[in-house]
């Protein structure tokens, strides 16, 4: 969705920091970017649609004056993607500026109502009735405050919203309704930002502020307050991540970067075991799972359904965050709902967690340390993937992959299950398969050629691997826009048979089944129904830990490892899936890290 940033300094110019903060922020949005700034009491605003760099060659937007400004990246929900959409956006006098992320629901009837009272609009946007009501409670004597406080008060919907006045050039001011927003604090100088990479490089120190608190800024203070005016007492918290996290580091893109950190992404989440054990001591009464999730966080989910439910006898289910509402509600409390989100910030999920909440215990297995949905929960997972920034997650999906094994192992030892015992020592093994399978990147460079014109594609999986089929399937249509399913490897003849031929290409995932803690015939059931495609003509790929491949007579072949458990096969097969979909992309001349239509955090429903 859109990102905002806002910087106010004693004696620094804003712009270039600005710009450089925004670009951290463009796998948010892409469509367009604008900067205002205010400077001699008069607002400085230069915007245009185009990704960053090209409106920033077009209009040179580090070359503004002013210590006080706001920025904006945004991806189009109302009105196209066009210079006069762009934010910010000013009432009709320029003196006040604004850039917001959300979507304001009731915009039309307030954009009526002020039409009548003479406003004057210039864009397609709901975010532009921002900075006429601010306007309009200025022009009745309201201070800046106020007037934001009034503003909020008539829109209804979701927001984060940065305003900068021409008449109070020393404060900038913000405030959020179920959109992200943090506040970076420096010396002299504060940031507020939809996110925190936009600002890591000045700053460690944030502070997360609530729904519906105004956060007023300026070059020395941070003030957070109600909407009655009383100020409140918020944490400051210190972030583990740093910069280098945030950076390509030498790689030509952040996805290709992420994956060849999956390995240590791994061995990080597995440390964090301690403090998944404390978190199951509360858990002894639960006899039912409910994961919320979407995109690959739901295949996260959707993995541990297999686990838990063969490990631990729980029942448990899995929904879509957007589906979560219209199901019978099962709620109560020896339920636990567990929500899976890399942003913590995904509006669906956000909404389920606060259906959920008082109703079952629940937990949040999230990435972004203070984001919203962990505000929300009875327990929260970090898990310990540090800022991903390629709108495609892949180092995410395993380290929530390894915090749902872990919540299994730990669930099991409580419940003296064999589980535990085989697990523990298993899952260590996990960061080695990895590093492993990265040294066949020529190969899958050399599949991801092959393949590249391929207009069609099945991933096929059976049992726990099923998941990753999904996910297989999930990141080729996201970075190579090339059509494909996930299917459960039984599931193919019941339909999506008809469309093989020797033009689709079916990846099949067989791990073999040497699994200490359970007995399954998923490779055998797999290799038959390979077979059936083969013979209806298609090119099959097959990524298997069998006896090193020799007994599958299919056109590529990917081997992993024949030591590792076919229960933690979902932790290594996904690795190659993504390197393919990622070269596969690079081979089409495609911008993997900011796919078309895409945005990293989906903070509308
Ligand atoms: C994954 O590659 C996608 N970017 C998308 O499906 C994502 O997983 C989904 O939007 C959920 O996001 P979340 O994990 O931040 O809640």
């Not at 295949?299 to 541990?304: D, K």
């Not at 919540?407 to 020592?425: C, D, P, V, W």
Request: glycine residues 6%; contains cysteine.
């Amino acid at each position: 969705m859109c990102g905002i940033v806002g910087y106010i300094s004693k004696n620094k110019k804003a712009s270039p920091i600005l710009l450089d903060a925004i670009k951290k922020l463009e796998y948010r949005g892409y469509d367009s970017v604008g900067i205002a700034t205010i400077d001699d009491e008069k607002i400085e605003l230069k915007k245009d649609s185009g990704k960053i760099n090209e409106v920033d060659k077009k209009v040179n937007l580090s070359d503004m004056r002013g210590c006080i400004g706001i920025a904006h990246v945004r991806w189009a929900t109302h009105g196209h993607p066009n210079k006069v959409n762009s934010h910010p956006h000013t009432d009709h006098d320029n003196r006040i500026a604004i850039v917001h992320n959300g979507i304001i629901e009731n915009h039309e009837e307030l954009k009526k109502e002020l039409i009548m009272e003479g406003h004057i609009f210039e864009s397609e946007t709901d975010s532009e009735i921002i900075a006429h009501l601010i306007e309009k409670f200025i022009s009745k004597g309201f201070n800046f405050q106020d007037a934001m406080i009034e503003t909020v008060k008539l829109i209804d919907g979701s927001y984060a919203i940065g305003a900068i006045l021409v008449d109070c050039p020393n404060k900038l001011i913000a405030i959020r309704n179920e959109s992200p927003l943090v506040v970076g604090l420096g010396n002299d100088y504060n940031f507020i930002a939809s996110d925190i990479p936009s600002f890591l490089k000045h700053t460690k120190k944030v502070i997360f502020p609530d729904d519906n608190e105004l956060v007023i800024v300026s070059s020395e203070n941070v003030t957070i307050k109600d909407l009655n005016g009383n100020i409140l007492d918020k944490k400051i918290e210190t972030m583990a991540w740093n910069e280098e996290m945030a950076q390509k580091e030498g790689y030509d893109h952040f996805m290709l970067k992420e994956i060849n950190e999956e390995s240590v992404v791994v061995a990080d989440t597995l440390s964090g075991r301690k403090e998944i054990e404390k978190i199951v001591v509360d858990l002894g009464s639960i006899n039912k799972i409910c994961f919320v999730a979407c995109g690959t966080s739901y295949h996260g989910a959707l993995t541990g359904k297999y686990l838990f439910e063969s490990f631990l006898n729980i029942s448990t289910d899995v929904s879509y965050s957007s589906e979560f509402k219209y199901l019978k509600d099962v709620l109560n409390e020896n339920v636990l709902t567990i929500f899976v989100s890399q942003s913590g910030e995904t509006a669906d999920t956000l909404s389920a967690i606060k259906m959920a909440k008082n109703r079952s215990k629940t937990l949040a297995i999230v990435n972004v340390l203070g984001s919203s949905i962990t505000r929300e929960a009875d327990h929260v997972i970090y898990t310990k993937a540090g800022p991903e920034i390629a709108v495609a997650a892949t180092k995410t999906y395993l380290s929530q992959l390894v915090s749902i094994y872990l919540l299994a192992i730990y669930l099991s030892k409580n419940r003296n299950n064999k589980f535990y015992e085989n697990m523990t020592s298993q899952i260590e093994k996990v960061p080695d398969y990895i590093n492993e399978l990265m040294l066949n990147e020529d190969k899958i460079k050399e599949i991801a050629n092959k393949y590249k014109s391929t207009t069609l594609f099945f991933f096929l999986g059976r049992g726990f691997i099923y998941p990753t089929a999904l996910e297989g399937a999930l990141k080729l249509k996201e970075v190579a826009y090339i059509p494909a399913e996930g299917y459960p490897s039984g599931e193919l003849k019941h339909g999506p048979l008809a469309l093989i031929d020797e033009n689709v290409a079916v990846m099949v995932l067989a791990p073999s089944e040497n699994s200490e803690s359970i007995s399954t015939s998923s490779y055998k059931d797999t290799i038959n129904n390979m077979e059936e495609v083969k013979s209806r003509g298609a090119q099959v790929i097959a990524i298997t830990s069998y006896k090193n491949g020799e007994n599958i007579d299919v056109n590529d072949i990917i081997q992993v490892n024949n030591q590792i458990d076919e229960l933690l096969s979902p932790l290594v097969y996904i690795v190659p899936l993504q390197l393919l979909s990622y070269y596969i992309s690079i081979y089409k001349g495609l911008d993997p890290d900011k796919p078309k239509n895409l945005a990293k955090c989906v903070t509308v429903k």
